[in-house]
């Protein structure tokens, strides 16, 4: 039996997986909110109380850099360390990776219904590159070796925003004064949409209606701007949500040109699947092929966007079974 567990900063996924004929097979899945809890060693071990069963490897993909076997979760005040987890376990190895670095597993896993394809392509095989906006942005690339892709795990997501418009540099001094030194995912994220939103209304770019604002102090503001801009009650939040998706093309096609992704880039994370009919305008790619000497290159790099939220759960699956011998 394989454990996995997709660590997040809003909440812990955690699974049992059987490797068999037909690949891994998922046998029992649990949410957790990560926030509830002081350690991931507290919620596996609540997991294992709730779901008896012999652990024969584990892997766990995590939101931060994971270094010596520990990693703190980016939005979390709290270290995982691998060693807690293998005296938990009773297992002689435990796998901590990215939780980029287990989507870009969890991809070769996926059902073709899974997928949805914004650009076709040349359809050659190539590198891979992978970038998901959720709680944070991750980012990873896959190196095509002439035989099979080797993940890279990265933290790009925490790289300095670049502006492209005066727009975009009239944003990158609002999130200065702010944060100082702006990332990509001071932009690209469930908190980054929020942002954005306050630059546009701060900027006098549209009038703030009272019913939102009464719904932003009792709900995620987030999920508020997103649900009233594709209702298409705000114009704010049209707005705001045009330029946040306008800006998930524009890196993910710096991260394509970084990785020189040929082969394709998936777009994953939990906002992308709520905003596909948005993504799917044309907003997204038009951003991505842009204006730039690599224009051309751009437009034949196959783009689809992930609509599985538990593909960097089978990804760390995939990873401890290969490890382990279970699956080659």
Avoid at 24 to 53: G, M, N, Q, W
Avoid at 103 to 109: H, L, S, V
Avoid at 263 to 289: H, R
């Amino acid at each position: 039996m394989i454990l996995a567990g997709d660590i997040g900063g809003t909440k812990v996924n955690l699974a049992l997986y059987e490797a068999g004929g037909r690949g891994l097979e998922c046998r029992v899945i649990e949410t957790y909110p990560s926030r509830d809890y002081s350690s991931l060693r507290e919620i596996v071990k609540l997991f294992l109380e709730a779901h008896s069963a012999k652990v024969d490897c584990a892997c766990f993909g995590i939101a931060g850099p994971v270094r010596n076997g520990r990693a703190q979760p980016t939005n979390l005040s709290w270290i995982a360390d691998v060693r807690e987890l293998i005296t938990l376990l009773n297992l002689e190895k435990v796998w901590l990776i990215n939780d980029l670095e287990a989507n870009a597993y969890g991809i070769q896993e996926l059902a073709p219904d899974k997928l949805v394809e914004l650009n076709r392509g040349s359809g050659i095989n190539g590198n891979l590159a992978i970038i998901s906006a959720g709680t944070g942005l991750g980012e990873a690339g896959l190196l095509w070796d002439g035989r099979r892709h080797l993940v890279i795990p990265s933290e790009g997501g925490h790289s300095d925003f670049g502006p492209r418009t005066d727009l975009d540099v009239e944003l990158l001094g609002y999130f200065r004064a702010r944060f100082g030194q702006v990332s990509w995912e001071h932009v690209l994220s469930g908190a980054g949409s929020f942002h954005i939103y306050q630059f546009l209304r701060d900027s006098g770019r549209g009038t703030e209606p009272a019913w939102l604002a009464e719904e932003m102090k009792q709900n995620d503001p987030a999920a508020v701007i997103t649900k009233a801009a594709l209702e298409n009650k705000c114009g704010l939040c049209v707005q705001a949500l045009d330029l946040f998706t306008r800006y998930y093309g524009a890196e993910a096609a710096n991260l394509a040109l970084k990785m020189f992704a040929i082969g394709g880039v998936y777009v994953g994370g939990g906002i992308a699947p709520k905003i596909i009919e948005k993504i799917k305008d044309g907003t997204f790619m038009k951003a991505f092929i842009g204006e730039g000497r690599m224009k051309d290159l751009l437009a034949t790099i196959p783009v689809r966007v992930i609509l599985d939220d538990k593909t960097a759960l089978i990804g760390a699956a995939h990873y401890a079974a290969a490890q382990s011998g279970k699956i080659s």
